[in-house]
């Protein structure tokens, strides 16, 4: 008896077509921002020339400056405590034997993944407005927490999957030797979940630096980052100015997610 070929959904008729139409939908638009982020005319529709002038338009606009200055310190800072956070829980959850509730602690720590963003928005909107009428204070430190609650899943989740293809018998070793538990995590553990560690960081600081939604609801007057930037622009004349703006941040997200997957990649084969 002939063995039937295995199945492959590139052999279903039509596949190879829906593909490629699916890629040029999703990527024809952010091409045409690319190329239009070198027009020389002040029109984002007609093209007239090529030019990196606008380039230098938003690298000396003060506005552009402060506001992307101020998204690089919320980025920053969000995904340090985010990610010392979601290390801390992936310790807990990890490096221990199965307790009762760890799997809601789980659900838990992944819930602003499961619940649209605007939902968490509305919430911290009330959480921190409480807090601001109750101190009177307005500053950064809003949206630096709301930025570091929303980011603990993304940097929890590549912390957590390196830790799981971690060998308990390694710390399990250093404590025979005579290791403090300490010590045993300083030499041993901490080293080989490092590589998780900052792939987890980069990808909260880019999900900190692309986000508008919670920005948007937390933020106080004057305290707009980059993207909100943008889309208070685009409520207003629309100029290559701020295809360039997304051109860079495009460029920063590719690079950042790329290495990343990397990383990430490269702790698979280890383990």
């Avoid at 002939?2 to 959904?9: D, E, H, L, N, Q």
């Avoid at 829906?18 to 638009?29: K, Q, R, S």
């Avoid at 045993?184 to 508008?212: C, E, K, N, Q, Y």
Wanted: charged share 15%.
């Amino acid at each position: 008896m002939r063995k039937g070929k295995p199945f492959s959904i590139r052999r279903i008729p039509g596949f190879t077509a829906i593909a490629i139409t699916c890629f040029v939908l999703l990527y024809a638009p952010i091409l045409t921002i690319v190329v239009y982020s070198f027009n020389a005319g002040e029109s984002v529709a007609l093209w007239k020339g090529f030019s990196i002038d606008w380039y230098f338009v938003a690298a000396g606009n003060q506005a552009v400056q402060e506001a992307t200055l101020r998204s690089l310190i919320i980025a920053l800072w969000a995904s340090a405590i985010s990610t010392t956070l979601a290390t801390m829980a992936a310790l807990g959850t990890t490096r221990t034997r199965r307790f009762p509730g760890q799997t809601l602690i789980y659900v838990m720590i992944n819930q602003p993944l499961m619940v649209p963003e605007i939902v968490t928005a509305v919430a911290l909107l009330i959480f921190f407005a409480s807090i601001k009428v109750a101190t009177g204070y307005s500053g950064l430190g809003y949206l630096i927490l709301a930025h570091s609650a929303f980011c603990i899943p993304f940097a929890y989740m590549p912390i957590r999957a390196r830790m799981e293809g971690m060998d308990l018998a390694l710390e399990a070793a250093a404590a025979d030797l005579y290791a403090t538990p300490w010590r045993t995590f300083r030499r041993i553990t901490l080293p080989l979940m490092a590589p998780g560690i900052v792939a987890g960081a980069m990808l909260a600081f880019v999900i900190s630096l692309d986000d508008v939604i919670i920005t948007e609801f937390v933020k106080s007057a004057g305290q707009d980052t980059l993207p909100t930037y943008m889309l208070g622009q685009l409520r207003r004349a629309i100029t290559p100015e701020v295809n360039a703006i997304s051109t860079v941040l495009l460029a920063l997200t590719v690079v950042l997610l790329t290495l990343f997957f990397l990383l990430s990649g490269r702790n698979t084969e280890k383990s």
